[in-house]
């Protein structure tokens, strides 16, 4: 099933045309389909999101845990995030793809990050 939702993302992507066209991930399926399982990479650090609902990776060089879920009703990725001790706390963001890098909007902020797989 995974590859079928990846193959789907790759033809919409395909059909947007031009380079930097972000496509937006807008379910859990694409979601897991696309980036969960995966070692996303970005400065400075990198993040794996789990099957299991659960993140890990590092950040600042620091370790970084925590859990994550889809929000069906707004199309958001929302996540609770600890790096080393400092508790990130709870947001919500737009995930989009473009080939193998994803591109997070958090809501809280509007801080943008691009992450590629690694």
């Known amino acids: 099933m995974r590859y079928v939702f990846l193959a789907t993302l790759a033809a919409s992507l395909i059909a947007a045309g ?5 496509t937006r991930i807008t379910s859990e399926e694409e979601h897991r ?3 969960v399982g995966r070692l996303w990479v970005a400065e400075p650090g990198h993040i794996v999101m789990h ?3 659960t993140v ?6 620091l370790p970084m ?3 994550w879920y889809w929000d069906e009703a707004e199309g958001f990725f929302c ?3 600890q790096i080393g001790q400092a508790i990130r706390g709870f947001d919500c963001m737009v995930f989009e ?5 994803m591109r997070t909007t958090r809501n809280a902020t ?3 990050v691009i992450f590629t797989a690694d």
């Open 79 to 81: 996540r609770d995030l």
């Open 110 to 112: 509007g801080e943008v």
């Open 56 to 61: 890990t990776g590092e950040w600042v060089g």
């Open 65 to 67: 845990t925590g859990t």
């Open 33 to 35: 389909a696309f980036g």
């Open 18 to 22: 031009s380079a930097g066209a972000w």
């Open 97 to 101: 793809a473009e080939g193998n890098q």
């Open 51 to 53: 099957d299991d609902g």
